[in-house]
């Protein structure tokens, strides 16, 4: 555990007590402002930014890993998360010291706003708390990959070894639930069910579904019935 000292100089300097990839420290830099307090010690927590009275967090991905640590702050501090969603992609494959860069390729995969919804199934209901704000950052990257054999399956065993911020494209800030409904086209037939959904934004099925589960939990769609097998939705009233 940190000491008084180590807590007081991580304030001042910006720098984190865990190991923060790349992606996560320019994020912080990108967001901060000259009066900000970089990981300040709270509750037991370390807060990425102090902005006044708001704290700020940034997380790359994996939110249910912050879940219980956005409970206890929103109980009385007003708090703005921040989670990047990639855009664009470049790969860099290294040697296994990290010393030498073997290749570079621009991943076809393109990002879109409704990826947000992959990791905003794991926390819906804080939109609902009045001290919770979200911004989703769009961003280019480059991933640093290296094939030592230990990463996942999808990934032929390649390890992700670091993020880089790029750069930010645009910055989507939510503050009320009822912004998420850009997500539902104005001119969806009422009520709509998710096949509807995934016809209109021309999406996965498995991203309607968390499209519409998120809205429902946010209380801004409501399920009105049922056609067949499918549920119906339409905005709650």
Same mark, same amino acid.
């Given at each position: 555990?940190?000491?008084?000292?180590?807590?007081?100089?991580?304030?001042?300097?910006?720098?984190?007590?865990?190991?923060?990839?790349?992606?996560?420290?320019?994020?912080?830099?990108?967001?901060?402002?000259?009066?900000?307090?970089?990981?300040?010690?709270?509750?037991?927590?370390?807060?990425?930014?102090?902005?006044?009275?708001?704290?700020?967090?940034?997380?790359?991905?994996?939110?249910?890993?912050?879940?219980?640590?956005?409970?206890?702050?929103?109980?009385?501090?007003?708090?703005?998360?921040?989670?990047?969603?990639?855009?664009?992609?470049?790969?860099?494959?290294?040697?296994?010291?990290?010393?030498?860069?073997?290749?570079?390729?621009?991943?076809?995969?393109?990002?879109?706003?409704?990826?947000?919804?992959?990791?905003?199934?794991?926390?819906?209901?804080?939109?609902?708390?009045?001290?919770? *704000?979200?911004?989703?950052?769009?961003?280019?990257?480059?991933?640093?990959?290296?094939?030592?054999?230990?990463?996942?399956?999808?990934?032929?065993?390649?390890?992700?070894?670091?993020?880089?911020?790029?750069?930010?494209?645009?910055?989507?800030?939510?503050?009320? *639930?009822?912004?998420?409904?850009?997500?539902?086209?104005?001119?969806?037939?009422?009520?709509?069910?998710?096949?509807?959904?995934?016809?209109?934004?021309?999406?996965?099925?498995?991203?309607?579904?968390?499209? *519409?589960?998120?809205?429902?939990?946010?209380?801004?769609?409501?399920?009105?019935?049922?056609?067949?097998?499918?549920?119906?939705?339409?905005?709650?009233?």
């Amino acid at each position: 555990m940190a000491n008084e000292e180590e807590q007081k100089a991580s304030a001042s300097n910006g720098i984190g007590v865990q190991n923060e990839r790349s992606l996560h420290a320019s994020l912080k830099q990108w967001y901060a402002q000259p009066d900000d307090k970089f990981e300040v010690p709270l509750k037991g927590f370390f807060i990425d930014l102090v902005r006044g009275e708001q704290l700020v967090e940034i997380q790359t991905r994996n939110f249910s890993a912050i879940r219980h640590k956005l409970h206890m702050l929103l109980k009385e501090h007003k708090v703005h998360l921040l989670h990047p969603i990639t855009y664009e992609k470049w790969v860099l494959q290294v040697n296994p010291t990290g010393t030498k860069v073997l290749s570079r390729r621009k991943s076809p995969h393109r990002g879109r706003l409704t990826d947000i919804f992959e990791e905003l199934v794991r926390l819906p209901e804080l939109l609902l708390h009045e001290n919770f *704000t979200i911004e989703f950052p769009l961003i280019r990257e480059e991933e640093v990959r290296c094939r030592d054999g230990k990463g996942s399956k999808h990934r032929k065993r390649e390890s992700i070894k670091d993020r880089r911020l790029l750069e930010v494209i645009s910055t989507h800030h939510f503050t009320k *639930t009822n912004e998420f409904l850009q997500f539902i086209p104005e001119d969806l037939p009422r009520p709509f069910s998710n096949k509807c959904l995934e016809k209109a934004l021309v999406l996965p099925i498995h991203r309607c579904r968390q499209i *519409t589960y998120c809205l429902r939990k946010m209380e801004v769609i409501t399920v009105v019935g049922k056609k067949r097998n499918e549920l119906m939705f339409d905005v709650f009233k």
